[in-house]
T-cell receptor
């Protein structure tokens, strides 16, 4: 079946501009995660959605970042205003949250460059 | 919160030899330990995972061991092949919560 998809694959923008990244999780997966990976680094947790529960926003680096998940499916990560230090690859992952099938499956990522 | 350390950061292995990557974690509540392989320009792909109720798991040439007492787990790749060259990440989580990743190991298989 289809995996996690993310759009756009690559985005270049200027400092101060609004950025919106989209994630389509695997159909039926109730849990959705956002991570980011700076150049040469590991993945850093940003935010986690599980069903209708309040999201875990503990990883968001500042109040310039926000995310939403509509209808329990598609999610968007928003940055306003963007800054050069936000440049990274942003990954989305989803899981079914049903043990032992709770593996997190990652999308291909969105490479964000803020000039 | 959880802290995961991973060693070595780079590893070069002759084709056909074995490769071992080690990780330690800090939170005793962590009970799920996946390993991901990331190729250039792609997202991480799960290659194997282990839960705290077992000490070892194998899948063909790949195995993972877990020592809960010492809070460390290791990835073992035997009979390495050129296509094993990639960056490998270990991670830890409590159940299906957020993953805390190690800093990665760049594995190079020398033909």
């Amino acid at each position: 079946g289809a995996g996690v998809s993310q759009t756009p694959s690559n985005k270049v923008t200027e400092k101060g501009k609004y950025v919106e990244l989209r994630c389509d999780p695997i159909s039926g997966h109730t849990a959705l995660y956002w991570y980011r990976q700076s150049l040469g680094q590991g993945l850093e947790f940003l935010i986690y959605f599980q069903g209708n529960s309040a999201p875990d926003k503990s990883g968001l680096p500042s109040d310039r970042f926000s995310a939403e998940r509509t209808g329990g499916s598609v999610s968007t990560l928003k940055i306003q205003p963007s800054e050069p230090r936000d440049s990274a690859v942003y990954f989305c992952a989803s899981s079914s949250r049903r043990w032992p099938l709770d593996t997190q499956y990652f999308g291909p990522g969105t490479r964000l460059t803020v000039l | 919160g959880e802290n995961v350390e991973q060693h070595p950061s780079t590893l070069s292995v002759q084709e056909g030899d074995s490769a071992v990557i080690k990780c330690t974690y800090s939170d005793s509540a962590s009970n799920y330990f996946p390993w991901y392989k990331q190729e250039l320009g792609k997202g991480p792909q799960l290659i194997i995972d282990i839960r705290s109720n077992v000490g070892e798991k194998k899948d063909q040439r790949i195995a993972v061991t877990l020592n809960k007492t010492a809070k460390h787990f290791s990835l073992h790749i035997t009979e390495t092949q050129p296509e094993d060259s990639a960056v490998y990440f270990c991670a830890a989580s409590e159940g299906n919560e957020k993953l805390t990743f190690g800093t990665g190991t760049r594995l190079t298989i020398i033909p």
